[in-house]
């Protein structure tokens, strides 16, 4: 453990390759300065544990492709996480990252995934793409553990999986678009809400996105779908059965 003040180192390395490791923060942690080695690394693929009480920047890569690390926790009330690289978290542990209190706030760097499922365990966290990413685990869960608000802030998006959370926001310029390949049936899933503002857009494909709540699109958004032949086309359901004009 790390117990007191703020800490400040450019690699966290998890040496141990056949057991269960865990680390925990207990003050702000700063982990990595963006550099190509920065980050957190493991010689085993999901035994690790990491354990935050406070604020945390994590600016480099979470685990490998090849070497997951385990479960990542943040812990404090209000806490913020901010993600500056890729984020690999074990398909041992399901889900991976888990925000475990209440208002807290994470926010992904422009271009990063997280090839992770998250989970929320307080009310009202917030997670936020600052930029283009692939959403191939899912987000949130159903119930008492979907997130507030995901919100898509610019660049590139694909849909490749579920989204739990009260209110999904694409924002901005941000260009979304539904991948069947993960989903069966050729459809995917919003838990929550929907909300296309500033210029974004939705683009179908021929795939169907289910809504489990309300859609909302404002007046200079753009939804696009594709229509192959009289049965092959995309389209949106709502459990509300209404679509909104977005303010």
């Known amino acids: 453990s790390a117990e007191g003040g703020a800490v400040y180192v450019n690699r966290l390395n998890f ?15 700063h982990i ?29 890569d979470v685990g490998s492709a090849e070497k997951a690390v385990g479960e990542i926790h943040l812990y404090g009330e209000g806490a913020t996480l901010y993600l500056g690289g890729h984020v690999y978290a074990s398909e041992e542990v399901v889900p991976a990252i888990y925000l475990d209190n209440y208002y807290q706030t994470t926010e992904v760097a422009a271009g990063k995934n997280i090839d992770a ?17 692939t959403v191939s685990q899912p987000i949130g869960w159903y119930g008492d553990y979907a997130l507030g608000a995901v919100n898509f802030n610019g660049g590139t998006v694909a849909l490749n999986n579920a989204i739990c959370a009260e ?81």
């Open 15 to 29: 040496l141990g390759s056949d057991w269960y490791s865990d680390v925990t923060f207990y003050g702000d942690a």
């Open 32 to 60: 990595g300065q963006g550099a190509e080695n920065d980050g957190i690394t493991t010689e085993g693929d999901g035994y690790s544990s990491i354990n935050f009480e406070g604020d945390v920047v994590l600016d480099g």
């Open 117 to 133: 499922t998250i989970d929320a365990y307080g009310e009202d966290s917030t997670l936020t793409f600052l930029g283009s990413t």
């Open 167 to 247: 209110d999904v926001f694409v924002n901005n310029d941000t260009a979304l678009s539904v991948a069947a390949s993960l989903f069966a049936d050729n459809s995917g899933e919003i838990d929550g809400s929907l909300t296309l503002q500033g210029t974004s857009s939705l683009d179908l494909g021929v795939n169907a996105l289910h809504i489990n709540a309300l859609y909302a699109q404002g007046a200079g958004t753009t939804l696009k779908l594709t229509i192959t032949d009289p049965v092959t086309y995309g389209y949106i359901t709502c459990a509300t059965d209404k679509v909104s004009e977005a303010s």
